[in-house]
């Protein structure tokens, strides 16, 4: 009985048998307990390293829009590879480098990093249901590499992008769980528009932005499905003044949350 205790003290059955065992019934606060919570904490891991952003801000900004959001949230922050844009991250080393992570936030930039077998090993995890947050320079990361894998995962394809400036986002999914709430009329934060080449069959494209350039549309927020994992995907990310803006980080909280089965 000691033994096997420590163990199962979480499950309602063990807690009746603790409770036989001393002579008592089990009280409702022991069944309140054993029943599995709703609010348990989502397991997050925030990727994040390369070139050109600022991503320590970033990834504290993150944190703190879930804390202010009372999202309860496990953070474990993976920051490697330095600041250029080609590097092979000791995490993925292990090929359960996600296990038991609800969701994985991808805030890296290493466009030029073309190892197939190094990229496979990120993606099939995701395949095999690992969700994922993708954010700006992800998709600009391994672009130069001919294998689709990683573009197919983020559900989307971009290699370029349009200057910074403030860009209107038009809702296309004004009634989708991320974008519920997201006014009508907003620009970005100064950021970058990402051209999107292609976007892949299972994306479903929540809002787009218009270039200044030529006139074209591109999606700025959508979801994916990749295998068994659910992907959230946004361009904007750029500035720190994106990872200022209020109603950027309610959708990516939303968006997380959702992507996260939450
Ligand atoms: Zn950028």
Redo the contacts with the bound molecule.
């Keep these: 009985m000691l033994l096997s205790l420590s163990r199962c003290l979480k499950t309602y059955l063990c807690m009746l048998m603790v409770s036989q065992a001393f002579g008592q019934e089990p009280k409702a606060t022991d069944v309140q307990i054993a029943e599995p919570s709703a609010k348990a904490p989502i397991k997050a891991m925030i990727v994040t390293g390369g070139c ?2 600022d991503y320590r801000f970033q990834s504290e900004a993150i944190m703190k829009a879930f804390k202010e959001s009372n999202v309860n949230v496990e953070w474990t922050v993976i920051h490697q590879g330095g600041t250029g844009t080609e590097a092979e991250i000791d995490l993925y080393d292990d090929p359960k480098w996600a296990d038991g992570f609800d969701v994985v936030i991808h805030n890296e ?1 290493f466009a030029n990093t073309k190892n197939a077998d190094y990229i496979r090993r990120i993606t099939s995890a995701h395949h095999q249901g690992v969700n994922a947050v993708v954010v ?2 992800a998709m600009h990361t391994y672009r130069g590499v001919d294998i689709d894998d990683w573009r197919q995962f983020l559900g989307v394809t971009s290699r370029r ?1 349009d200057h910074q400036s403030n860009y209107k986002i038009d809702v296309t999914q004004p009634d989708h769980a991320i974008m519920k709430d997201f006014p009508a009329d907003h620009k970005s934060a100064k ?2 528009l990402y051209i999107i080449e292609k976007v892949w069959p299972n994306t479903t494209v929540l809002a787009t932005s218009t270039s200044e350039k030529d006139g074209s549309k591109h999606p700025v927020f959508w979801t994916n499905q990749f295998g068994k994992a659910r992907v959230f995907g946004t361009t904007y ?3 720190s003044d994106t990872f200022q803006d209020p109603v950027f980080l309610r959708a990516f909280v939303q968006g997380t949350k959702w992507a996260a089965g939450r």
Aim: hydrophobic content about 0%; some cysteine.
């Design positions: 050109c952003h930039c700006h320079c992008h950021d970058e990310g750029h500035s």
